[in-house]
């Protein structure tokens, strides 16, 4: 009877493998996310039935938390709006941390007396990086729903205070590993720490580079699942937080590499300590542009390039976009997507928006098409976009952004921004683009101004 | 000194599993197609919630008069599942519409 409840998670442990390969290609990506939900699925069947020497299971209060957790995921999950999808993933990670660390706490509550070194430092690791993982994500969440604003997560010296809060963490680890013991005083204070560094290492850090910051996290309670696994001796958690963890590393150095910086820059936070030097002073007129004119202007191009940013995403444009497209491919007009990388909140979150609005596959662009094609494009409309079309990466060697590729906007003959104000964008930089002269500004929020360009379109039926 | 060498002698076969998952790991990712980055962020969050498998085990060996750590780990449980079941519900809702359009 034993022998299958060693077989059985390796039938897991080989499906979450086989899942998450798959997941990494867009043809296989749904039978990959099945694979792995069934492998985690016969991880905890087997959880659950497993042989142990226990005096009673408690399966009631198991059955009541997968019920709860499982109503609750599922909702959360089917509720969501697309646009929102980046939070979703950084509080579902933030949980699976504190479950880590609920998992340490549980273990040394049943062996509070017993224990050696091995065993108590890796628990007090793996209490430390659930709850690290846990407010960390929070933070995060809050930072990419717009509830925590940069301005009040501004934190004094904040590599050095990270650094020494890391230091202690790692004496108290060494410490109560080789005393084996800790007591509850100590524990709480412990857990505070840990709690106390999850804010501090993630609260400094500007809410552009979220999208990094979550893919770290993400990682980092991955690794968690891990520790929790050699904790419990459990090969498939082992197993299936290693890859999560060594996947999530590499999935972060992708993103910065989109985004041309440094993993080290983004965590010692010198995208949001202020600039050494002055940003060039921005000087220029701002002209604008009615739905009436610029209707007729796409009407009479041949190439239009759309540009979406997270303002179409808040707007909920993607819809009225995708119906300006077949207008404008009725009348003969070419319409292609220019995806920065990074534009929205997470690396991929345009294409998944406006997949969901039916915008066939070929028409998106990636970086360095995009930059092609903007050079033969007669209108490039910005949908919400900001820092991505940020000539100043390009010309500014003082600005914040120097040096991340961006959408060249400027080359094509007429640049026309969606925005709803002058404010500057998410990183909180100035944008040149506005005063450029080939560029025109039309404020107001992005659905009513789209829609009333496409109203325009229709009537003036060109 | 010894402890450290004792520790490494007596887990061989799980230091083995690790280095080679992480090389795995790094391997079945490193030729993404920025598309499905979200998705698989996504899904990969999905998968740490492993650590129900952990907080299961736990708690059936949890004696039922220690109320507290009852409270907490019947809450473990609740957060796991949460990331677990909310984590692949939200990766399939993603990848539906790159699918939906497919057919068409």
Redesign the interface.
């Known amino acids: 009877m034993q022998i299958y409840f060693e077989l059985f998670p390796l039938i897991g442990a080989v499906l979450l493998i086989m899942g998450l390969r798959n997941l990494s290609h867009p043809k296989t990506a749904v039978k990959g996310n099945s694979q792995a939900a069934i492998g985690i699925a016969i991880g905890i069947l087997v959880a659950i039935f497993y042989p142990l020497e226990t005096t009673d299971n408690n399966y009631l209060f198991i059955v009541i938390g997968i019920i709860t957790g499982s109503v609750i995921g599922y909702i959360a999950a089917k509720k969501v709006a697309m646009t929102a999808m980046p939070e979703m993933v950084s509080l579902f990670n933030g949980l699976g941390g504190l479950s880590a660390a609920f998992i340490s706490l549980v273990w040394l509550f049943n062996h509070h007396t017993i224990g050696d070194f091995k065993n108590m430092a890796i628990v007090l690791l793996n209490l430390f990086l659930g709850f690290v993982a846990f407010l960390g994500s929070m933070v995060a969440y809050g930072k990419l729903s717009g509830k925590l604003k940069d301005r009040y997560t501004k934190i004094p010296f904040a590599t050095i205070l990270n650094l020494i809060i890391l230091f202690i963490a790692i004496v108290a680890i060494i410490y109560f590993g080789v005393q084996g013991k800790l007591t509850l005083n100590e524990l709480i204070l412990f857990s505070v720490i840990s709690l106390i560094y999850g804010y501090t290492f993630v609260a400094p850090i500007g809410g552009a580079d979220m999208p990094v910051v979550i893919s770290l996290l993400n990682s980092l309670t991955g690794i968690t699942a891990a520790i929790s696994g050699i904790m419990t001796d459990n090969k498939l958690m082992l197993l299936g937080g290693i890859l999560v963890g060594s996947s999530g590393i590499i999935l972060t150095l992708l993103m910065c590499n989109a985004m041309n910086r440094y993993l080290w820059s983004v965590i010692f936070g010198s995208f949001s300590s202020s600039a050494k030097a002055k940003e060039q002073a921005i000087e220029g007129n701002v002209k604008t542009i009615t739905p009436a004119d610029l209707a007729i202007q796409l009407a009479y191009s041949q190439k239009v390039a759309f540009i979406p940013g997270y303002g179409m995403a808040v707007a909920q444009a993607q819809k009225v976009v995708k119906e300006m497209e077949d207008l404008l491919e009725e009348k003969g007009v070419e319409v292609k997507y220019c995806i920065h990388p990074v534009a929205g909140r997470m690396p991929g979150h345009m294409n998944v928006l406006l997949a969901e609005a039916d915008v066939s596959y070929d028409k998106l662009l990636d970086l360095d098409e995009s930059n092609e094609y903007l050079k033969q494009v007669d209108v490039a409309i910005v949908i919400g976009a900001n820092d991505v079309v940020n000539p100043a990466a390009k010309e500014d060697p003082n600005s914040k952004i120097y040096g991340m590729p961006i959408l060249d906007v400027t080359k094509s003959k007429q640049v026309v921004v969606l925005k709803r104000s002058m404010n500057p964008g998410y990183a909180g930089i100035q944008n040149p683009l506005f005063f450029k002269d080939n560029t025109k500004m039309l404020f107001g929020d992005a659905k009513e101004s789209l829609l009333e360009i496409l109203t325009e379109l229709k009537e003036a039926d060109l | 000194m010894n ?1 450290i060498i004792q ?1 490494l002698s007596d887990n061989m076969t ?1 230091i083995y ?2 280095v080679f ?6 391997e ?37 008069d ?1 109320t ?3 409270i ?31 057919r ?1």
């Open positions: 402890e520790f799980m599993l690790v998952t992480i090389f795995l790991g790094f079945i990712i490193s030729k993404v197609p920025t598309v499905l980055h979200t998705p698989l962020m996504s899904g990969s969050n999905a998968i740490s919630g492993v650590v129900l498998i952990g907080a299961i085990l736990l708690i059936r060996t949890t004696p039922k220690h507290i750590t009852m907490i780990a019947t809450l473990g449980i609740v957060l796991g599942t949460i990331n677990v079941v909310g984590g692949f519900a939200v990766t399939a809702r993603m990848l539906e519409m790159f699918n939906r359009k497919k068409k």
